[in-house]
């Protein structure tokens, strides 16, 4: 059979994203392999997201529809896996959308090197601040465990997300014993790793290419409170652990174990920073950290270890919460929405925050989010949220073209943030690191 010929199910959970629905629809309506079944799962919406879901499919014979009761994006994905007739599939989310070519490139890259999984790069963006990059379609081959560590560590010059499964193409037959979670928060953790594991004989493909974007929602771009299904994300990686250990990929499993420490720890002071009226639902947490610190500041290698030197971070932390002083934040990526959560509860006097990513203009509930300029006195504090060194030190020599030397480095950002956290939420975290 012929690549074009093979049918492929694209199947999208909608709920309430009536604003993006179009795009994401076309996107798939508009892909080069034409052999498509598009299933659109409207999971209960409340706005009129399921009527466009069936306008669309008034418009395309390949669109069915299935409307349920709302019961999460993991639900939604498994109707549509049991509906589904393609050999293919794949799980676009319905607020993102997918190139032209995402399809096509993917089952020929998997189809010609004999694989079950095929993962494209993704981008993020707030709405049409996207790059439509020209076509790199060299691929990459791994085995399982490599291609779950490279997607976990690369961010440059192509990200990949080790814990979605939206961002690649699936053969349908690994889902015969494999559905999604419940979880209300990272029901993709339980599964993605298990996916891969499950094609552990084949090898896994990753394309050069950027192929899926990643939209963030302007109204959910600070991030917001964090939420009790925070806990759920600590759920799934216990299931992620525990598939490990049941296989005895115990090494693997320990790796695991350490990124697992770290996001308890992130839930439990989230938590303790927004929702202190409801302590009484994850205090068990607290109890949790402190029995196994001992063992997390033993086993948490270089890679993982959240207990870095933070020496002068007490100092630092002053400086960044004397109200006289004005910062900007340069990089809102990943890390830089993390640490700017931070500086808004610690009512740092953040005047504007800078990156290449948005149009000039987009807000941070009133603090501007634009490219760099040498728009302000050049006393201002300029903190470096940017995970990538080689881009750092290429932002370094920029802001200081631009007349600015007064510039946090990002392991400096980090550990003020980190001090600061650690000493008002988990002091036992800063014993022996002072």
């Known amino acids: 059979m012929k690549n074009e010929e093979i049918l492929v199910t694209v199947i999208v959970p909608v709920y309430n994203v009536a604003p993006y629905l179009k795009r994401c629809v076309d996107s798939v309506r508009k892909q080069t392999h034409i052999n498509l079944e598009i299933i659109l799962v409207d999971d209960g919406s409340t706005d009129n997201s399921g009527a466009l879901c069936d306008e669309f499919a008034a418009m395309d014979n390949r669109i069915a529809v299935i409307h349920k009761e709302n019961a999460g994006l993991g639900m939604a994905r498994n109707s549509g896996l049991d509906a589904a ?6 799980f676009p989310d319905s607020d993102d959308f997918i190139h032209e070519r995402f399809v096509e490139i993917l089952l020929n890259a998997g189809v010609s090197n004999n694989c079950l999984i095929a993962l494209a790069g993704f981008q993020m963006g707030m709405g049409d601040d996207f790059q439509i990059e020209q076509f790199d379609e060299s691929i ?5 465990r490599s291609c779950w560590l490279y997607c976990y560590t690369q961010i440059s010059p192509t990200m990949y997300s080790p814990y979605s499964v939206s961002m690649g193409l699936y053969k349908k037959n690994l889902f015969n014993a494999l559905r999604f979670q419940t979880l209300k928060m990272a029901e993709d953790v339980a599964i993605a790793p298990m996916l891969l594991w499950e094609s552990k004989d084949k090898p896994i493909v990753l394309s050069s290419q950027v192929l899926y974007y990643y939209y963030q929602r302007q109204q959910s771009i600070s991030r917001g409170k964090t939420s009790l299904d925070y806990i759920d994300k ?3 990686f216990d299931q992620f652990y525990s598939f490990l250990y049941s296989k005895n990929e115990i090494g693997f499993a320990d790796i695991i174990r350490a990124i697992r420490y770290a996001i308890l720890v ?3 002071i989230d938590l303790s920073r927004d929702m202190p009226e409801q302590k009484n639902f994850y205090e068990h947490l607290h109890s949790e950290i402190t029995s196994n610190l001992s063992w997390a500041k033993e086993n948490m290698d270089d890679d993982y270890k959240i207990f870095a030197s933070i020496t002068h971070a007490a100092d630092f932390h002053k400086i960044l919460c004397r109200s006289n002083n004005r910062f900007v934040l340069y990089g809102y ?3 830089g929405r993390d640490i700017y959560q931070w500086l808004r509860y610690w009512n740092v006097n953040v005047i504007e925050v800078w990156d290449r990513a948005y149009k000039q203009g987009n807000k941070l509930d009133d603090v501007l989010i634009n490219p760099p300029h040498d728009g302000f006195e050049k006393d201002v504090i300029v903190l470096l949220s940017l995970g990538n060194p080689y881009v750092r030190l290429t932002v370094k020599a920029e802001l200081k073209n631009l007349g600015y030397c007064n510039v946090w480095g990002f392991e400096t950002v980090c550990a ?12 036992e975290l800063l014993e022996g690191c002072l």
């Open 140 to 144: 990459k081959l791994f085995d399982w």
């Open 416 to 427: 003020v943030v980190r001090y600061g956290k650690y000493a008002e939420f988990l002091p």
């Open 333 to 335: 990526g990943a890390f």
């Open 85 to 90: 007739n393609g050999e293919w599939v794949c």
């Open 266 to 268: 992130n839930a439990y």
């Open 234 to 236: 600590i759920e799934a």
